[in-house]
């Protein structure tokens, strides 16, 4: 098995990973990379490609078993142990993602949010814990925190991320307008960039508009 895969692979395996477990919800057994190039959007030679980084080949004729495709991809990754994250920013959108603090499949938790507004902190009505932003590092450390989700003004990214990096987290997902500059090696940044997104969609239908005229 080769340890050594590149980011894009793990991307698409994860979109994988999200999409068996919705087909084993649903009881299908088998699928195929032509029937997951149809449905996911990804190329089934990629597929192919991807699957052979977990050690396994096939998907041309008989398919993959959904359950053992699915246990691979977690086992790979680690999906099987639950990770512990924190949310910073309790505003309309931190508040959303805090109320469903537990995410489909299990492993991902919330376990904490922070805001840098007391009155804020006492207000909102939540099962997870809450504490001001200026504990970040000291909560994050002694919760065991090993990821962290943004949603704060531009202006309190930067910190905010150096609090959670001190404090341990290895990865966070940045909502926040603006993208975080990393400032240590083995940490990892996702930057959800709704007009990053927006414009490669309307780059799609442009192409696809061309193709078909």
Do not use: W
């Not at 192919?48 to 990754?77: H, M, N, P, Q, T």
């Not at 609090?163 to 959800?192: C, H, K, Q, S, Y």
């Amino acid at each position: 098995m080769n340890n050594n895969i590149p980011l894009p692979a793990i991307t698409r395996l994860c979109s994988v990973y999200q999409f068996l477990l919705s087909l084993e919800k649903d009881g299908q057994k088998r699928i195929s990379s032509s029937e997951l190039e149809r449905r996911l959007g990804i190329s089934a030679h990629s597929v192919r490609k991807d699957i052979s980084y977990l050690g396994i080949a096939g998907g041309i004729g008989a398919g993959y078993e959904v359950s053992r495709l699915k246990e691979l991809i977690g086992e790979r990754f680690g999906f099987a142990e639950q990770k512990k994250a924190c949310l910073v920013g309790l505003g309309r959108l931190g508040s959303a993602i805090l109320q469903r603090s537990s995410f489909p499949g299990g492993e991902f938790r919330v376990i904490a949010g922070f805001d840098s507004n007391i009155n804020k902190l006492e207000t909102i009505k939540t099962t997870v814990s809450v504490f001001p932003a200026y504990q970040i590092t000291e909560m994050v450390r002694a919760l065991g925190i090993t990821l962290g989700i943004i949603a704060v003004p531009a202006a309190s990214l930067q910190e905010v991320a150096g609090r959670l990096i001190d404090g341990g987290v290895r990865g966070i997902v940045n909502f926040a307008p603006g993208l975080i500059n990393p400032t240590v090696e083995g940490v990892f940044i996702r930057n959800m960039d709704m007009m990053a997104e927006l414009r490669i969609l309307s780059a799609q239908v442009r192409v696809r508009d061309e193709i078909n005229t």
